[in-house]
């Protein structure tokens, strides 16, 4: 079973980085597409990067050029690097393996809050 677990979340000022990991169990990680999401309060969950198993990303528009995803598939991690970030930054981010057969699995998410 695939378990995941999201870490590196916090509170930062505006202009300020983060970088978020998530550690994948009980599959094959390196043949799993990543994909991060993040929800703020009241709000609908939203996605934000995509990284495939070939190592190719995507980015939502409101995070392109600032957010960074990348993967280690050696230690069947993946990264989400944040830079300049802000107030409309803040949510709840969650890592979303996904495997060949289209399963997703959920974690408890990482709480990033960007405020002065």
């Known amino acids: 079973q695939v378990q995941v677990v999201e870490s590196g979340g916090g509170l930062v000022q505006p202009g300020g980085s983060l970088r978020l990991s998530c550690v994948v169990s009980g599959g094959s990680f390196n043949t799993m597409t990543v994909i991060w999401y993040r929800q703020d309060l009241g709000k609908r969950r939203e996605w934000v990067a995509t990284?495939?198993?070939?190592?190719?990303?995507t980015y939502s528009d409101s995070v392109k050029g600032r957010f960074t995803s990348s993967r280690d598939n050696y230690k069947s991690m993946a990264f989400l690097e944040m830079n300049r970030l802000k107030p409309e930054d803040t949510g709840v981010y969650y890592c979303?393996?996904?495997?060949?057969?289209?399963?997703?699995?959920w974690g408890q998410g990482t709480q990033v809050t960007v405020s002065s």
């Open positions: 979303v393996p996904r495997t060949v057969f289209g399963t997703d699995t």
């Open positions: 990284i495939l198993a070939s190592d190719m990303t």
